[in-house]
């Protein structure tokens, strides 16, 4: 089992930059596939980002294409979030998943998932 912690929101203006962070607990984090989600008020989840379990390959949702870049460091059982050129549409609860593959992930489907950390952007 994994437990996911996400920390690294807050509120920004439009143009600004955040990192999330995910910290995972447990000894098997690099044999998982890591992705985030997000959930803006009255809205589905939504896939944002994946990781392969090395980081070699990584998969993203059209609309951050360019301006979010999701990594990870297996040594510090981590997977990042940068978001750069944030938008007001990019305001929700961004959740860290642990899943299967990329592709598994990219149809919206994780194993482990945290709690959440708000994103909020201001115009």
């Known amino acids: 089992q994994v437990q996911l912690v996400e920390s690294g929101g807050g509120l920004v203006q439009a143009g600004d930059s955040l990192r999330l962070s995910c910290a995972a607990s447990?000894?098997?984090?690099?044999?998982?596939?890591m992705g985030w989600f997000r959930q803006a008020p009255g809205k589905e989840r939504e896939f944002v980002a994946a990781v392969s379990r090395s980081g070699e390959y990584t998969y993203y949702q059209d609309s951050v294409k360019g301006r979010f870049t999701i990594s990870r460091d297996n040594a510090k059982n981590t997977v990042y979030l940068q978001m750069n050129s944030l938008k007001p549409e990019d305001t929700a609860v961004y959740y860290c998943?642990?899943?299967?593959?990329?592709?598994?992930?990219?149809?919206?489907?994780?194993?482990?998932w945290g709690q959440g950390t708000q994103v909020t952007v201001s115009s």
């Open positions: 998943a642990a899943g299967n593959s990329i592709v598994v992930m990219a149809s919206g489907k994780g194993d482990y």
């Open positions: 447990g000894r098997t984090f690099s044999s998982y596939s």
